[in-house]
């Protein structure tokens, strides 16, 4: 990261910590609401899904300078189907 357009190491640290800390709590989630009320277990599955393709390209992207501006807007425009 040494172009002028490079965020600093420590801002970049801080920032993938808090995406990890995200990516936690997508993954934990699910589990907490029941199968009872599907409606809201889907809903919280779809949304706890989505959290974690975001972290993966904030993760992805604060961690590599070659990871590819392409991959990062079909997840943020939602087209492809992988995660990465």
Do not use: C, W
Not at 9 to 33: C, F, H, M, Q, W
Not at 76 to 83: H, K
Request: aromatic content about 4%; proline content about 2%; glycine content about 8%.
């Amino acid at each position: 990261m040494s172009n002028a357009n490079s965020i600093d190491s420590t801002r970049v640290g801080l920032l993938l910590d808090a995406s990890y800390e995200v990516d936690k709590i997508a993954r934990v989630l699910p589990n907490l609401v029941t199968m009872d009320d599907d409606q809201t277990h889907y809903a919280v599955r779809a949304m706890a899904g989505r959290l974690l393709r975001l972290t993966s390209i904030l993760i992805s992207g604060l961690g590599d300078d070659d990871f590819p501006i392409e991959k990062m807007e079909r997840v943020l425009s939602f087209e492809g189907s992988s995660q990465g």
